[in-house]
């Protein structure tokens, strides 16, 4: 089946570490997103992909990076110098150039600090 | 400012009763495109329904519908005979055209409660 497979499902950071959310996605679509979740807020946009090698900052990158080296994979790395980085995190896809083709989701990553 | 604005933190409805979830948008964009999201406790977020803004017709999906005025920048969704695995939370989101791409702006949510 066809999906975007994010891992790991919770995971743990400590004071100064670095770490690496994966998102796979095996639908052939060109665009790929990276949004964070606080408790009871909407979705924001920290990186957006439209194709390999190429991605933008959104809304709230400080503190994150992207790489996007395969079509399939867009994986997120938050830094130390996130402050505070506990929050749900949604990886997601669309097809490019399609005005209503919708976002599909991940099954998120619940990211806590030590 | 708030591009999407949800003013319903929280709604309850009766089962098997109908409920309406507010969304109000605000671009200068003559094209974009609207979409209900569902999320419930385990995370997943799920497509429910998409309005384009030249789409002539309202939008249904089964027990979905979207009450689209374009006029005053309104995009209601309307869940008919809810049931109790409707609780969750719902998000109106819109899509824009920026520089770079599209992207997808998020409103706050609505908790909706399913009662027995």
């Known amino acids: 089946d066809g999906g975007i497979t994010q891992s790991p499902k919770y995971l743990f950071r400590k004071e100064g570490q670095n770490v690496t959310l994966s998102c796979e996605q095996n639908?052939?679509?060109?665009?790929m997103y990276w949004y964070r979740q606080d408790p009871g807020q909407g979705l924001r946009l920290i990186y957006y992909s439209q194709i390999v090698n190429d991605f933008q900052k959104g809304d709230i990158a400080e503190g994150y990076s992207v790489s996007r080296e395969k079509k399939e994979s867009f994986p997120l790395t938050v830094t130390s110098a996130q402050k505070n980085p506990t929050a749900f995190y949604l990886c997601a896809s669309r097809i490019r150039q399609s005005p209503n083709e919708k976002l599909f989701f991940g099954s998120g990553t619940q990211l806590s600090v030590l | 400012a708030q591009k999407i604005t949800q003013t319903q933190p929280g709604m309850f409805v009766q089962e098997k009763e109908a409920v309406t979830l507010d969304c109000t948008y605000d671009?200068?964009?003559?094209?974009?495109?609207l979409f209900w999201y569902k999320q419930p406790s385990s995370g997943e977020m799920i497509f429910l329904i998409y309005?384009?803004?030249?789409?002539?017709q309202n939008a249904t999906e089964g027990r979905y519908s979207l009450n689209f005025q374009k006029a005053r920048k309104s995009a209601n969704l309307v869940i008919s005979a809810s049931q109790l695995g409707d609780s969750a939370m719902y998000f109106c989101?819109?899509?824009?055209?920026?520089?770079?791409?599209?992207?997808?702006?998020f409103g706050p949510g609505t908790r909706l409660s399913v009662l027995p």
């Open positions: 639908l052939n679509h060109d665009a």
């Open positions: 309005q384009g803004s030249y789409d002539q």
């Open positions: 989101a819109m899509r824009e055209v920026q520089g770079w791409g599209q992207n997808f702006v």
């Open positions: 671009t200068s964009d003559p094209s974009y495109g």
